[in-house]
């Protein structure tokens, strides 16, 4: 197993459990998901797996190892997080911000082919190269965001709300992107609000509400389950509109 959490506790001052015993895995070469709604405690969790939050207790074990909660440590092993809101440098190039996401390394030929593999996932970078970060569009910035993720050629990608704020079509071409990156070999741990495009892409996911995980399964398992289709799918919503219509149409 290559990531393994067990009974990860986080706290926000005293009163606020944020994380609450959770325990989940990802295998090597999967996309998992972890989803639910804004204030589960998604971020949160992730922010604590890449080091920047020091949990209240529990274990992080990546790749045989424990983990320790620093963040250079995490990217040092293998770990690379695409943050939520892009988080880019706005007043640095494409260049630069690319270079920075490989800068642990020294492998000049390495980065130049990451380079060309990211412009392939990607092509408006190569047309955007020199361009100043701040001035893409939303989905361009996305896009920028796992490129510089994907330079530090991590074992793990953390992902967390890749589709926030993106149009229907970028939505869709960003999931077609973790995709073909998971194709190519690469595990995916991706936290989402769009439940629906998450476990139709995840061989295993969980459900977290309020710091808890719930649920867990197979992607098409939870698509199943009755709970996650009207909590997150919008299923009992779509069905009391018809018996509505169906109630005015007499």
């Known amino acids: 197993m290559l990531l393994?959490?067990?009974?990860l506790n986080y706290y926000y001052g005293e009163a606020?459990?944020?994380l609450r015993d959770v325990s989940f895995e990802?295998?090597?070469g999967e996309i998992a998901a972890i989803i639910g709604?804004?204030?589960a405690g998604k971020s949160t969790l992730m922010w604590t797996l890449v080091g920047l939050l020091k949990p209240k207790s529990g274990a992080i074990t990546f790749n045989g190892q424990p983990m320790k909660p620093v963040p250079h440590l995490a990217v040092a092993s293998g770990i690379a997080l695409v943050p939520e809101r892009r988080r880019l440098f706005p007043n640095l190039t494409v260049r630069e911000n690319?270079?920075?996401g490989g800068y642990r390394r020294r492998?000049?030929?390495g980065l130049a082919k990451d380079e060309e593999y990211v412009f392939s996932l990607f092509p408006v970078l190569r047309e955007r190269f020199t361009q100043y970060a701040g001035t893409l569009s939303g989905g361009q910035q996305q896009m920028l965001a796992i490129a510089r993720a994907l330079m530090s050629r991590p074992k793990l990608l953390l992902m967390d709300e890749p589709s926030l704020g993106l149009a229907p079509v970028l939505v869709g071409q960003v999931f077609d992107a973790i995709q073909e990156i998971a194709r190519q070999g690469m595990t995916?741990?991706?936290?989402e609000q769009n439940a629906l495009k998450a476990l139709e892409i995840s061989r295993r996911a969980y459900v977290l509400e309020v710091g808890r995980i719930v649920l867990q399964g197979t992607g098409k398992e939870l698509l199943r389950s009755p709970v996650v289709q009207a909590a997150y799918l919008g299923v009992r919503q779509r069905k009391e509109v018809i018996l509505e219509e169906g109630s005015h149409a007499h």
């Open 4 to 7: 393994r959490v067990d009974r």
């Open 98 to 100: 690319l270079t920075l």
């Open 16 to 18: 606020i459990h944020a």
């Open 37 to 39: 709604a804004n204030g």
């Open 107 to 109: 492998d000049k030929a």
């Open 26 to 28: 990802v295998e090597e």
């Open 188 to 191: 995916i741990l991706l936290v």
